[in-house]
């Protein structure tokens, strides 16, 4: 009875003023009381549903018990058992589509759920201040070697369950840092690199070998890799392509994707003193689109020095991909909102640079495949704004590198690979692939869930060959 | 890391450099390119693969100083590293035997058209090539050039060298002499820009290598793009080379200056820090 009369914890921020031009991380983690006393919340249910809202299925009570007992590191070890990167996703899993929203107080009492998230944040920051991580045991080397394209989370999560099984694996990546959108998307107010650097150590203590600017099918193709040794592949070379809108004028000098914008800040360090990569500080920048990257896109363009940051979205602020907590964290920073709204074409200055955009109102239609109801244009309710820069972010494609460069592997027409829904194989018996070159832009959690599947699957294969 | 073996100065501003990467001296191929980073502060910079030893397993780039990651590349001695290279990337050239080929370089666009008429002229075309630069001293790789041209005409703007005129005036004397089946441009934006309405003029096909902004040099960033027949295409992995006749240079050269101011500030930046020393 007791328990369930607690209210749930609020994370500790930095102000929204402060934060909105700094880096510092936005969320600052719980103390340990404030992660005891919401772990006690818990009620450690006979059926947990909390379990099979993680696509990873974390043992969520037996940490949160640990936790709320005192012994955080147990509760990391127990994190570790299912997940590689628990203190990335105690950061950016959307809890509130997933475990959060299985949790017995949301679906049973309309309450809000235990701070899962939270509480896996805190344990894995745990382990990782105190410098005593935990290194997963690693059966004997068997020899066999494994590759890996790509070093974002599907690639990392296969890598660790590999180099568990006693493989000899080598991820290549094709930039020059390991971590995939962890650490080019991802900016450091939300993610910092130094958390994802102590879990990629991780896996060089546990044996996995890295090779960055790699690109698998241009710096060698699958058949050499082959013909040097390795038995299998693992494709997780992600969604990185940007899309553009292909409306009048988008080549404008100002008006660049999301990921060049954060790759460049993020990447390469543009807004860091002495760093060579420029990057545009508008003053009025406009950022299009209403996911994750939208939102990371337009709190980046506030802490360059905008003064004045806008979301243009086709559907209403219920309808937005992002998670929730990003789209608070961004109207508290002040970012405008400019929801039903879509630019249908960018005017230029006389030296070519964007300086304004034709907007047109939208209405809400009818629900459309993904279940959202679909935004239709409103006749004549053309407007125009000024914008001195521009990010467009409205979604991402597949990689086409690895398909181009191996013309049997079967491809979806959207240029998604096509995997055997258990083993992860694609059609070439030695190449699995897992995340966003098999889902399209998903989730970390989905990438690593993925790379976790695959491993077994590619165990099993490689066993039986 | 990638270090440096030799180096060769072509003139005050231009630059050659030998530099070990097996694995992408094997795989590449005319017209391709890579992408370097010089150090932890770097940028990344796109640079085509001039020519490649296999045995040695070792890449030339050709490097013009334009600012402070070209002038960072140049100032490396033998011994010194790279801190990342990536690559080949980009399309390899599409070469067969056309007949007769012109094969125009402007400035340091030489570099890039070099493993181009080499693979030309093996591919059994008459390969007829005009340099050409602002003065004598910035004329590069002439007797390169010339081991693969059956003829090779120069041109400087100054008339310190060759004949006096701007390419287009030494294309024009080549195409009202002989037919000329295909040509390939190489040089500054507006060099290309043109060059090819010359050979537009004259219904002769045409193929440019273009220069544009990159970041990641794969595709994930679109910092490349440019118009081709009203289309927007990644340069770095739908080009570098496109059909000259459908580009949309004016568009491609206002991009090119997108980061000018930003670029200018690195550069005084850079100016003061060398004078330090
Ligand atoms: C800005 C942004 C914010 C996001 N925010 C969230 C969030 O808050 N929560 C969440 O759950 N998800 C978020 N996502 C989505 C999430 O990051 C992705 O779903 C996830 O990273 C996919 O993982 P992956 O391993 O499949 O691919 P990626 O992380 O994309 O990694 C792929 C890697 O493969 C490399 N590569 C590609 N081709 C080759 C090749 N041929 N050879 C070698 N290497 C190659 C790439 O360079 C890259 O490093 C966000 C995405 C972005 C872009
Ligand atoms: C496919 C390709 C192949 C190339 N091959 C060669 C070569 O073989 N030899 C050579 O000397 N140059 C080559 N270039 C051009 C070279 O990349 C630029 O000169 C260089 O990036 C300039 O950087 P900087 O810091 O020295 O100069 P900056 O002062 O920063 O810039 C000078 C000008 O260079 C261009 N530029 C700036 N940053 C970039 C960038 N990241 N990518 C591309 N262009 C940029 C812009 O037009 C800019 O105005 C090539 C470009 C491309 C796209
Ligand atoms: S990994 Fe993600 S979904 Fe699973 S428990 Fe942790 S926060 Fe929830
Ligand atoms: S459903 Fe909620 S209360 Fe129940 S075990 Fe899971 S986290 Fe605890
Ligand atoms: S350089 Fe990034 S897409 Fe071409
Ligand atoms: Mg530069």
């Known amino acids: 009875k007791e328990r369930t009369d607690l209210t749930r914890v609020k994370m500790p921020e930095a102000p929204a003023r402060e934060r909105a031009r700094s880096y510092v991380e936005v969320n600052s983690g719980l103390t340990p009381e404030q992660a005891i006393n919401e772990a006690s919340r818990c009620i450690d249910c006979a059926n947990p549903t909390c379990i099979s809202g993680?696509?990873?299925?974390?043992?969520?009570?037996?940490?949160?018990?640990?936790?709320?007992?005192?012994?955080?590191?147990?509760?990391?070890?127990?994190?570790?058992?299912?997940?590689?990167?628990?203190?990335?996703?105690?950061?950016?899993?959307?809890?509130?589509?997933?475990?959060?929203?299985?949790?017995?107080?949301?679906?049973?009492?309309?309450?809000?759920?235990?701070?899962?998230?939270?509480?896996?944040?805190?344990?894995?920051?745990?382990?990782?201040?105190?410098?005593?991580?935990?290194?997963?045991?690693?059966?004997a080397a068997n020899g066999t070697k494994v590759a890996v394209v790509g070093s974002g989370p599907a690639g990392l999560?296969?890598?660790?369950?590999?180099?568990?099984?006693?493989?000899?694996?080598?991820?290549?990546?094709?930039l020059h840092e390991i971590g995939g959108v962890l650490k080019y998307g991802i900016p450091e107010f939300r993610l910092p690199n130094?958390?994802?650097?102590?879990?990629?150590?991780?896996?060089?203590?546990?044996?996995?070998?890295?090779?960055?600017?790699?690109?698998?099918?241009?710096?060698?193709?699958?058949?050499?890799?082959?013909?040097?040794?390795f038995k299998g592949f693992f494709v997780g070379s992600g969604a990185g392509l940007p899309r553009f809108m292909n409306i009048p004028g988008e080549n404008l000098v100002g008006i660049l994707s999301s990921n060049e914008y954060l790759t460049r800040v993020n990447l390469m360090g543009a807004s860091t003193q002495g760093m060579d990569t420029p990057v545009m500080r508008g003053k009025n920048v406009v950022v299009i689109g209403g996911g994750n990257t939208a939102m990371d896109s337009v709190r980046t363009a506030l802490r360059l020095g905008a003064d004045k940051a806008t979301i243009i979205y086709r559907r209403s602020l219920e309808e937005m991909?992002?998670?929730?907590?990003?789209?608070?964290?961004?109207?508290?920073?002040?970012?405008?909102?400019?929801?039903?709204?879509?630019?249908?074409?960018?005017?230029?200055?006389?030296?070519?640079?964007?300086?304004?955009?034709?907007?047109?109102?939208?209405?809400?239609?009818?629900?459309?495949?993904?279940?959202?109801?679909?935004?239709?244009?409103?006749?004549?309710?053309?407007?125009?704004?000024?914008?001195?820069?521009?990010?467009?972010?409205?979604?991402?494609?597949?990689?086409p590198l690895i398909p181009q460069s191996l013309p049997d592997l079967k491809v979806s027409r959207w240029g998604t690979l096509v995997v055997d829904e258990e083993t992860f194989q694609t059609s070439i018996p030695d190449v699995f692939a897992g995340g966003d070159i098999v889902r399209g832009g998903a989730t970390v959690i989905l990438a690593m869930g993925d790379g976790r599947k695959a491993a077994a699957s590619m165990h099993q294969y490689l066993q039986g060959q | 890391m990638n270090k440096v073996v030799s180096k060769q100065h072509f003139s005050e501003n231009v630059v050659s450099l030998e530099i070990e990467a097996p694995r992408i001296a094997k795989a590449r191929k005319a017209g391709h390119f890579v992408m370097v980073r010089t150090d932890e502060k770097g940028e990344r910079i796109p640079l085509t693969i001039s020519s490649a030893d296999t045995a040695k397993g070792t890449i030339t780039l050709v490097i013009q100083k334009v600012g402070v990651t070209s002038r960072k590349l140049t100032a490396l001695e033998p011994g010194e590293f790279i801190h990342d290279m990536v690559g080949p990337l980009g399309q390899a050239t599409h070469v067969e035997n056309f007949g007769t080929v012109l094969a125009c370089g402007g400035g340091v666009g030489v570099a890039p058209l070099l493993p181009i008429v080499e693979a030309l002229k093996k591919a059994g075309n008459r390969v007829v090539s005009v340099i050409a630069a602002r003065s004598k001293d910035l004329i590069i790789l002439e007797d390169q050039i010339r081991a693969y041209s059956d003829e090779v005409v120069i041109m400087t703007d100054d008339g310190s060298y060759g004949q006096k005129g701007l390419v287009t005036e030494g294309m024009e004397q080549i195409i009202q002499r002989e037919k000329i089946d295909q040509s390939v441009i190489i040089g500054p934006g507006i060099m290309m820009k043109f060059a090819s309405m010359t050979t537009k003029k004259h219904n002769i096909p045409t193929i440019v290598s273009l220069n544009t902004i990159?970041?990641?040099?794969?595709?994930?960033?679109?910092?490349?793009?440019?118009?081709?027949?009203?289309?927007?295409?990644?340069?770095?992995?739908?080009?570098?080379?496109?059909?000259?006749?459908?580009?949309?240079?004016d568009e491609m050269l206002m991009r090119l200056n997108g980061y000018k101011n930003e670029e200018k500030e690195a550069d005084d930046a850079y100016n003061c820090q060398v004078d330090k020393k």
């Not at chain 1, 590999?162 to 290549?172: N, W």
């Not at chain 1, 405008?336 to 300086?355: A, C, H, Q, S, W």
């Open chain 1, 54 to 139: 993680c696509p990873v299925g974390i043992n969520i009570p037996k940490f949160i018990k640990n936790i709320e007992r005192g012994e955080f590191l147990d509760a990391a070890r127990t994190l570790k058992e299912t997940n590689a990167l628990p203190a990335v996703c105690g950061r950016v899993c959307p809890q509130e589509k997933q475990c959060e929203a299985s949790c017995f107080y949301q679906v049973k009492m309309n309450r809000e759920p235990v701070a899962i998230g939270y509480l896996e944040r805190f344990a894995a920051d745990f382990e990782q201040s105190g410098g005593e991580i935990s290194i997963p045991e690693v059966a």
């Open chain 1, 157 to 174: 999560a296969f890598a660790g369950d590999m180099a568990k099984f006693g493989y000899d694996v080598h991820i290549l990546e094709a």
């Open chain 1, 194 to 229: 130094g958390v994802v650097d102590v879990e990629i150590e991780s896996l060089r203590k546990m044996g996995v070998q890295f090779e960055t600017n790699f690109i698998v099918g241009k710096t060698a193709t699958i058949q050499e890799l082959r013909e040097e040794g």
């Open chain 1, 321 to 399: 991909p992002a998670r929730v907590e990003e789209v608070k964290h961004a109207q508290e920073e002040g970012v405008e909102f400019l929801t039903l709204n879509n630019p249908v074409e960018y005017i230029g200055d006389d030296k070519g640079r964007v300086k304004q955009i034709r907007v047109q109102k939208m209405e809400l239609g009818e629900p459309d495949q993904s279940g959202r109801r679909s935004p239709v244009p409103v006749e004549g309710s053309e407007y125009i704004i000024d914008a001195d820069t521009v990010v467009v972010s409205v979604g991402v494609s597949p990689n």
């Open chain 2, 214 to 249: 990159m970041v990641d040099g794969t595709g994930m960033c679109g910092a490349c793009r440019v118009s081709v027949g009203g289309k927007t295409r990644f340069v770095c992995v739908d080009g570098p080379e496109f059909d000259a006749h459908e580009v949309d240079f």
